[in-house]
């Protein structure tokens, strides 16, 4: 019993040590077990690049494992084939889904598969991580469950039109590949060409299955074409046979620019041998910073990859590759941050009463978790930080690669933040170079081996010549005239635009084969105006308009001028006529009036200056008031003529009359000059001279027949009745002779050219006036951003400053054997102040100085009377004495002692009178009298009635003794009193 019990107690204890080990070892088994989680993966992988993604997805997931061992998720990859093919790629990832049920896919691998596939991926809430579909339109989708890892091609094309402005590319033709890839970039592309003032005049399309004959045909069409420049937007395996036939038909010789995106780019080391019909190729590539983990991993995927496809050689990583290890860290981070949560799928409702497949495709629980984690991840990645905005990429920076020889070499850089070119990139990723062109390239081999940039077009060898219509019209022959020979059936276009547009071709630095086609009817009548003429080079129908186009808002609108040629403007043409005045009036037209007047103010002005300074010593200015102002209003007309009697003997009036005297010189000179002109010279002068005169006296007006100037007068308000239409220059002259009063015109109205032609011809008869409305000149007209446009201005300058354009015009234009060089300008033959003012201005001065020395002396010669000492007398009354002797003769004068001295009928009284001076000779002055006489009493005296000591006439003094006495008085005054 005891043995059995035991026996029972052993086995007990067995039982209970068995199950607490298998307890540990469920307890050990559950802390060490992972969570797998089903990833699809969607490639090509009957292309090598398939494999390629595949195998750095699978190393990225070991990589990202083995650092992070105490994950408890792990992805597990499930690969299908898409078979390079939409509907193969979107069966592969129904499948995924449905049946695998997938919690993401990576891929697929191009923009067209991604399309279908992302829609799926909405439906069944699985998201979709494309790491090589680059098109915009793949954002029009707006998935939430859709992730673009790979560099958005719209990123490029800033890069890309920075080169085409960088070389002053104006035309560019892009070629893609017809569908989404291809299709998806272009408004992008035109939209940031048209910024930078480069326009895209034509479209390539290729198809992704063209073949060799196909391609080559429209690479035949680009060759008649002017433009040079290439854009190429493809998948590399089209690209490669574009290329090869492009090198065969002598499209990669010098001149051409072949420019690619990097779809290319980043793929031409994976290219090999087709490098070599890509010689001189600029290609747009995303930047890799080489880092040295880069370079170990590099090392690792080689040596995995040709351990895992041994039959495949010479394969190299892109950035297509780096983005696809990438991609797998990220889902593979996202996948541990949701955990085991929500990983079921449930099953969706039919949409119809018939099931299909993807009506009833499962949702899955656990798509919107990782939709999340997906948007909120970040890392270094392995080329980078890794990070996405609205579920793309952000921007990187490109890098521009030369191809030359077996490789590519980098000439420059464009980054996002700064948005330029560059030439190298630093630690800050701004620009080394020093100087203002920041944004040049490096040194570029260009197609053909060449070193001098192309510059962008060129006239095909092997095209069509250009053709340029001309102008068919009646009259001014001399500008353009299209002559036909009805036995040859040749047409000869001559004229004066025509040699100028043969002389600007012969400047160009390049051929310019053309041909002139007139542009008129069968019969050889003009087809249309100017204006349907420059519209048919909008149309296509001509390469441009050679002729007496004029420059115009409204033509503008269709095509692109160069600069004019001819002088602008729109002027009037009149009938001169002799002005030569035949009226009584005529003396009074050689002078203006405001010279008139002035000179009149002058001489009343200058006799007045002469009269102060002369009336006290001068017996000619002396006398009644009424003689003393006729005196000196005559002296100075008198001027004019120089007949005038009257003495000046004052130095200040003689100073005054030599300035006056050469002022009327020259005024009496040019009156005599002019008048002469007015009765003996012709004076022609236009019978109009605005244009509003024409509207006020209601005259006829003509126009060129179907010139656009009838516009411009109807817009001033000119009635129809008045226009008169014609076409040749003996038309016009005969309706100008006629006059408007006899049916004819009085003025006709055109552009500066043609009707300098006009009066170069009739310049005896008519002048121009104007410009009265304002045009640009006459011009060559060519398709909108046509490149032939600033070449053709730059030899239009040429041609001018080299004075052949001077020679040109006179071959054409020429004058008439009696007509003499004018100017055309006609003013007023009258003389105004403005030619004498300077004259007016010295006189007036002269004068003014002259007056203002006399009366400064005049002052200080009687200040005792007008400030006497200890006087009560008004200051009204001072004035007024200083006035009366202002009016008083100036007896000591030299002139009235010289008049003494001389006259013999004064006899003794005369000598009486001089020994009243001191010196016995003059009689003594004012001055000296009122120096021995208190002021005071002069002013008692003349309130008396007494008359002044100053005066010394006999009224002065009744008789001799009295003077005597008062002179004894005033020399001794004590001999004086013992007289009394």
């Avoid at 069409?221 to 038909?249: N, Y």
């Avoid at 010279?595 to 001068?618: A, D, K, Q, S, Y």
């Avoid at 005071?936 to 009295?962: C, K, M, V, W, Y």
């Amino acid at each position: 019993m005891s043995s059995m019990e035991n026996q029972k107690r052993r086995i007990s204890i067995n039982l209970v040590l068995l199950s607490w080990i298998f307890m540990v070892a469920a307890i050990a088994a559950e802390n060490t077990s992972t969570i797998p989680v089903n990833v699809g993966v969607v490639v090509d992988l009957d292309e090598v690049s398939g494999k390629m993604y595949l195998s750095c997805i699978e190393m990225a997931l070991s990589d990202f494992y083995a650092s992070h061992a105490q994950y408890k998720t792990r992805v597990v990859l499930n690969t299908s084939n898409s078979h390079e093919d939409v509907v193969g790629a979107a069966d592969a990832a129904l499948d995924l889904i449905t049946n695998v049920e997938v919690k993401a896919i990576l891929g697929p691998m191009t923009s067209m598969q991604a399309t279908f596939v992302v829609k799926l991926g909405e439906k069944a809430h699985v998201p979709i991580i494309s790491f090589s579909a680059t098109s915009p339109s793949l954002t029009s989708l707006q998935s939430s469950y859709f992730f673009q890892f790979a560099q958005n091609d719209s990123t490029q094309v800033k890069a890309i039109s920075g080169i085409v402005q960088n070389f002053g590319w104006r035309r560019v033709v892009p070629i893609y590949v017809d569908n989404m890839y291809g299709e998806g970039i272009m408004p992008f592309l035109i939209d940031a060409l048209l910024e930078v003032d480069a326009h895209v005049p034509y479209r390539s399309v290729i198809s992704q299955s063209a073949t060799d004959e196909q391609i080559e045909i429209e690479l035949y069409e680009l060759m008649t074409m002017q433009t040079r420049v290439f854009i190429v937007h493809m998948m590399p395996k089209l690209a490669s046979q574009l290329f090869a036939k492009a090198k065969e038909i002598g499209m990669m010789n010098k001149g051409f620019v072949w420019i690619t995106t990097n779809g290319i780019g980043d793929h031409l080391k994976a290219m090999g041998s087709v490098m070599n019909s890509m010689q001189g190729v600029l290609s747009v590539e995303t930047a890799v910073l080489d880092t040295l983990k880069l370079r170990e991993f590099k090392t690792r995927w080689k040596r995995q990859f040709q351990q895992d496809y041994p039959e495949i050689i010479d394969v190299e990583l892109d950035a297509f590759g780096y983005r696809a290890y990438d991609a797998a860290f990220a889902i593979a981070m996202a996948v541990e941050k949701v955990g085991n949560v929500g990983f079921g799928f449930q099953k969706g409702n039919a949409s119809s009463l018939k099931s299909t497949d993807l009506g009833t495709l499962k949702v899955s629980q656990y798509g919107s978790n990782l939709s999340n984690a997906l948007s909120l991840t970040s890392f270094r990645g392995i080329v980078g930080d890794f990070s996405l905005v609205d579920r793309q990429l952000q921007l990187s920076t490109f890098m521009i690669v030369n191809v030359n020889g077996n490789g590519v070499r980098a000439v420059g850089y464009w980054t996002p933040e700064n948005g330029r070119l560059m030439k190298q990139l630093n630690s800050t990723n701004s620009c080394n170079v020093s100087g203002f062109k920041c944004d040049a390239l490096g040194p570029i081999i260009w197609p053909g081996e060449s070193s001098s940039v192309p510059k962008g077009w060129e006239i095909p060898e092997n095209g069509t010549r250009l053709r340029f219509g001309v102008p068919v019209k009646d009259g001014f022959t001399e500008f353009v005239k299209v002559t036909t020979d009805l036995g040859t059936n040749t047409t000869d276009v001559t004229g004066f635009s025509i040699d100028v547009f043969k002389a600007v071709v012969e400047l160009l630095p390049y051929a310019l084969p053309y041909e002139l086609i007139p542009y008129a009817y069968p019969n050889g009548t003009s087809a249309g105006t100017y204006n349907d003429l420059i519209y048919q080079v909008y149309l296509g129908n001509f390469d441009g308009v050679v002729g007496d186009a004029t420059i115009r808002a409204n033509r503008t609108l269709y095509v692109d001028f160069a600069m004019p040629y001819t002088e602008s403007g729109v002027v009037m043409v009149v009938p001169i006529i002799d002005s030569r005045t035949k009226n009584a009036w005529v003396f009074l037209q050689p002078l203006t009036w405001n010279l008139w007047m002035t000179t009149l103010c002058f001489f009343i002005f200058i006799g007045f200056v002469i009269w102060v300074l002369e009336h006290r010593i001068n017996e000619d200015f002396r006398g009644p008031p009424s003689h003393q102002v006729g005196t000196s209003f005559w002296f100075s007309f008198s001027t004019m003529v120089f007949s005038h009697r009257e003495r000046v003997v004052s130095n200040l009036g003689r100073f005054v009359m030599i300035i006056w005297v050469f002022v009327v010189l020259i005024v009496t000179q040019s009156y005599t000059a002019n008048l002469a002109s007015l009765l003996t010279v012709p004076k022609l002068r236009p019978a109009v001279n605005d244009i509003n005169d024409l509207l006020r006296n209601g005259d006829n007006v003509g126009y060129m027949r179907g010139a656009y100037v009838y516009g411009l007068l109807k817009e001033v308000k000119f009635d129809d009745s008045k226009l008169k239409a014609y076409g040749s220059m003996e038309e016009i002259d005969d309706a100008l002779s006629k006059g408007s009063a006899n049916g004819g015109i009085a003025a006709i109205v055109h552009e500066t050219p043609y009707m300098k032609l006009l009066v170069a011809k009739y310049c005896s008869k008519y002048t121009m006036i104007g410009p009265i409305f304002k045009t640009d000149g006459f011009g060559f007209a060519f398709p909108k951003n046509s490149p032939l446009v600033s070449d053709i201005t730059q030899a239009i300058l040429n041609l001018t400053d080299d004075g052949l354009m001077t020679k040109i015009e006179d071959k054409w234009i020429k004058k008439d054997s009696n007509c003499k060089d004018s100017d055309g300008n006609f003013s007023s033959s009258a003389l105004g102040l403005d030619s004498f003012w300077g004259l007016f201005l010295i006189a007036g001065i002269a004068s003014i100085f002259a007056l203002i020395i006399f009366v400064t002396s005049f002052l200080y010669e009687h200040k005792h009377v007008l400030m006497p000492p200890d006087s009560g007398t008004s200051k009204l009354k001072r004035i007024r004495t200083m006035f009366e002797i202002f009016n008083e003769k100036k007896l000591n004068s030299h002139t009235f002692r010289s008049s003494r001295h001389s006259d013999s009928g004064i006899g003794a009284q005369d000598h009486e009178v001089k020994a009243l001076s001191p010196n016995n000779n003059w009689p003594e002055s004012p001055q000296s009298y009122t120096n021995h006489t208190d002021a005071t009493s002069i002013f008692s005296d003349r309130e008396q009635g007494t008359p002044s000591h100053g005066q010394a006439s006999p009224e002065t003094f009744p008789n001799i003794e009295l003077a005597i006495t008062i002179q004894e008085t005033h020399e001794n005054p004590e001999t004086t009193q013992s007289r009394a």
